[in-house]
């Protein structure tokens, strides 16, 4: 889950009468060679760039093609690029991705295209008129984004279903969800449409997707990204990144977005391209921070994991995280609702009027009234817990260098689990889907997806490793050994380019 907006483009939304015109168009391309992209990862994609084996442009051409045909099977892109990702192909930045075609959040401001949040309030939204030093980053690194992926409403669960377009499909089984709230982007990714998508996660949705999918998903420490100038408030959540194939691709996307000048909170990450020979100490942890067992899959899945890091050499032991699981997951939630609130004034605001609920999803409405409720005494108690169980989490290292759990209690979920327009006392029950993510966004620490295990129906569970503030380098030194160990690359989701 992962709720990403601005308050200068809620107000944006005021004036919202039609989608602006794309300039800037350049003349017809030539036809491409055909289909250059393979299977290859963003860094192979961007080698074979370098090495003249094909262009930009055909990369683009090919990624375009893809898009159009799985686009109406799986419904991941709200918003094309077509015509300026062919005219950015002409001339990509010199990153390190350059040439890359990918796809763009739709709750991440590009200049030049709207941004709908996944919300009917914003469905005729104006072009952006700025993008913020984040987007700015994606630019510079040579990324070509050829759409705006699909969200669910404001980022706000943990499925992308929203009633603005309809439900994102799981490529594995498209009558499952592909996770949210960065839905879209794994669902393309995991189709071979994009080698790397941009993803956001403050609650999850950076892991929860890629657990659904099958990809590498890491979330980076709060303030290592580069700075994108959004007020998230007392205890700051949200963080971006991506979603990728390999671990190589994840490493080379938090290189380029990390921050390296005197706002800088820590040491900069080097390019990590290799595991390392330390032996680590592993926390296990099956139960959910509620302290209820998971589905038996899922732990038989994180079981064989924590067996494989044993065989590896790692110290791998039972753990238990001392948080009180239930007044966090209250408090996390709550804090969450007061977003919703937040955005229910300002829309109120924007189409004076209008009825909330011809522009705003139930489950939208529902978490304000929880917030609203709860009322100024209730926040400040929630974001004292969740600044305690920072503390606490803290305190676990360096007894530990890594904790291991799942993402998710159960594999992908059927579309329509979590609908959000399902009743409010549905979608609390969420807490014990998602019970693992969103801890560490209170605490602003690391954590890393990786696809290492497969219910028997075919769909995809993730492992989930976490370390202390800063030390994404840990977890993608021990990411690159379990992609060696435990390979993934040979799997193919049932929907693919």
Known sequence: MSMDISRRRLMEGAAALGLAGLAGCGEKPEPPRGDVLGNFDAVGVAEKIRNKEFTPLEAVESAIARAEKLQPQLNFMVTDMFAAAREAATKPAKGMLSGVPTLIKDLLDVKGFPTKYGSRAFASAPAATAQNGYADSLMAMGLVPIGKSTTPEFGFTATTEPLLGGATKNPWNIAHSSGGSSGGAAAAVAAGVVPIAHASDGGGSIRIPASCCGLVGLKPSRNRHVQDERDQGPVPISVNGCVSRTVRDTAAWLYSTQRTGDDKAYEPVGMIAGASARKLKIGVQIKTFLGKDPDGEV?????????????????????RVPVDGAAFSD??????????????ERVKKMAPGVALDTLLEPLSLGLADLAEQAGPAGMAKAVATLQRTQRQYEGIFPGIDVLLTPVLAKPPVPLGEFAPTLPMEKFLTIQDYVAYTPLINAVGAPAISLPLGMSQSGLPIGAHFCAKAGDEQTLLELAYQLEQAMPWQARKAGVHA
């Not at 064989?304 to 791998?316: N, R, S, Y």
């Not at 408090?331 to 229910?344: N, Q, S, V």
């Open 299 to 319: 732990a038989a899945e994180t079981a064989k994991v924590a067996a494989k890091l044993k065989e590896l050499g790692h110290d791998v032991r039972e753990f």
């Open 331 to 344: 408090a996390f939630t709550l804090y969450w609702a007061g977003m919703a609130l937040d955005i229910r």
